[in-house]
């Protein structure tokens, strides 16, 4: 299987806290994983590729000092959102990729954990 | 810029009848391809994955690959209203890389 977890899958916060969000790959190890985020009735966009062991890319227009990403270990990563503001208010959602040796790792499957709704009051 | 295109829908279809989405891929190198359903309020699921041309089958769902046109589909058969979902065409430009998501084809089954 290749199961991926998230946590916690519901949150709202008051506006200039800061907000974790741990991404684990339950069954299998993943070098790399991919944060998204999601407005409703809009398409997922690819924020960062977080990577075991070293710094996150991140795409244009992502700010990476408000947006923290940590992959401390090959089963998880988390996204720190810092001073949330009401327009932070979305769906962040991780995918994982296995790692050499799972027979997902030939094709470069992503498996997506169930998503994050982050509430900034 | 790597691209993929879909049409956004809704694309209705009565149940029991066969849903077909179409995507169509800007970079030619691209080596292996999804298809992923999404409800609405939940995370992408992966349904289809497609790396040789023709076609490959699950169930009720077949993928279709054509490399020299740049071509994905995804048929589904004997559509169910469950199926009603958002359709997300996924590219893999090459190993290593993020997939490059299309916008996604929302899907409507009628009962």
């Known amino acids: 299987g290749a199961v991926v977890s998230q946590h916690p899958s519901r949150v709202i916060c008051k506006s200039g806290t800061s907000v974790k969000i741990e991404c684990r790959s339950l069954?299998?190890?993943?070098?790399?994983m991919f944060w998204y985020r999601q407005f409703p009735k809009k398409s997922l966009m690819l924020m960062a590729t977080s990577n075991e062991g070293s710094k996150a890319t991140y795409e244009q227009g992502v700010e990476k000092d408000k947006f923290l990403i940590n992959h401390a270990s090959l089963t998880l990563s988390t996204l720190t959102v810092t001073s949330a503001h009401p327009e932070d208010s979305s769906f962040y959602i991780c995918?994982?990729?296995?790692?050499?040796?799972?027979?997902?790792?030939?094709?470069?499957?992503?498996?997506f954990g169930p998503g994050t709704r982050l509430t900034v009051l | 810029q790597k691209e993929v295109e879909q049409n956004s829908g809704p694309l209705s279809v009565p149940e029991g009848a066969i849903a077909s989405l179409n995507c169509t891929y800007s970079d030619r190198g691209s080596q292996s391809f999804f298809w992923y359903r999404q409800y609405s309020g939940k995370s992408p699921e992966l349904i289809m994955s497609i790396y040789s041309n023709g076609d490959k089958e699950d169930g009720r769902f077949t993928a279709q690959l054509n490399k020299a046109s740049q071509y994905v589909s995804l048929l589904i058969r004997d559509s169910q209203p469950s199926d009603s979902a958002t359709y997300l065409c996924a590219v893999n430009p090459q190993h290593g890389t993020p997939l490059v998501f299309g916008k996604g084809t929302r899907l409507s089954v009628i009962a």
């Open positions: 069954d299998f190890q993943a070098t790399t």
């Open positions: 995918s994982a990729r296995p790692n050499v040796g799972h027979s997902a790792d030939a094709y470069n499957e992503q498996f």
